[in-house]
């Protein structure tokens, strides 16, 4: 039972989407009303807007002033078939985009736009009108998986469990037999040099060159099947972050050449379990609500008639620097908790909760 006060009192509004910038630094999320930002390491609101209607997605520009909308909810603001980017200095309209079909994801840079459908990535220039560049086939991507950065473009393959890698510079495409099954999770590093994914299984987490494809490192998340929520590299990119259905938050070392070794990482290497796998080396529980979770099933996502319509996504992590990191969910009981990296009495690491709160209220 949970006994603890309740920090901020219920809100009537609902969270349908919660989104990170590519640092960190804020959060957006997406409301049935409009959406709001908040500071990552406080979750303190700092922008408010109110549509009087319902987005269920909302994606960031690093920190600039643009943000993809998608519509959703019970009362969608905009039709589920089109991207807006907002210009939120001018609070107005920058871009339109429409599509045949249903939007599952969005990401947005400086120079491109990827809408994600269900079964294709379609990517365009950012200017106006956008200019379609390119068209890549899926396999079925309820989910809307897909990163975007300058140099790569990243989303499932035509195969199920399969990695599509965009070369943006070349239009070279390079694919990763990641998993057998398909995907459920997958993520890149803050400089898109390594891409980590995970599968419907949710047992094994694997890291690989975005460059090569080669693999760089597997771990094990544990031996039961779950549905992982999130992954997230560290700022180094010397650690992965993990949460899952199982209510639990892992953290993992993975080998990054391109940086400096982390004061956690020799306890990373040590294989135990039955498998003798690579284990996190440190985990805790994250606050999944009082709400029915995501489907353990991505595919049960698929038959939803839009975004903001299924059950609300938890566990949403995002690095605030290399010793801290938050959680979000979205929902009713939209919760944000901190956690650090830590030392516990036996001078092992540990990751220990420092704050929560329903935001939503605050």
Known sequence: MNTRPVIESPSEHAALSVTFNNDSSRFVVGLD???????????????????????????????????????????????????????????????????LTSVRGVQISKSRIAVVLQNSVRVYAFKKPPQSLAKYETADNPLGLCCLTEKYLVFPGRTPGQVQIVHLDTDSVSIIPAHTNCLRALTLDLDGEQIATASERGTIIRVWSTSTCAKLAERRRGTETAAIYSLRFSPSG????????????????????????????????????PFSDVYSFTSTQFETGDE?????????????????????????????????????GAGVDARWEKFILTANEENQAAIKRVGWKKYLGN
């Open 33 to 99: 009303s409009g959406f709001c930002i908040f500071v990552s390491h406080s979750g303190q609101i700092q922008t408010a807007r109110d549509f009087n209607a319902g987005l269920g997605l909302v994606q960031m520009m690093g920190n600039a002033n643009y943000l993809a909308l998608v519509g959703g909810g019970r009362s969608p603001k905009f039709p589920q078939n089109k991207v807006i980017v907002w210009d939120d200095s001018k609070s107005k309209t920058a871009l339109e985009i429409a599509t």
């Open 238 to 273: 010397n650690m992965l972050a993990c949460t899952s259905d199982k209510g639990s938050l892992h953290v993992f070392e993975v080998p990054n050449a391109n940086s400096t070794k982390n004061k956690w990482q020799w306890l990373g290497n040590i294989p135990f379990g």
């Open 292 to 328: 029915p979770l995501l489907p353990s099933n991505p595919r049960q996502i698929g038959d939803s008639p839009g975004l903001g319509t299924s059950k609300p996504i938890k566990g949403v992590i995002g690095w605030i620097d290399e010793e801290s990191l938050i959680v979000v």
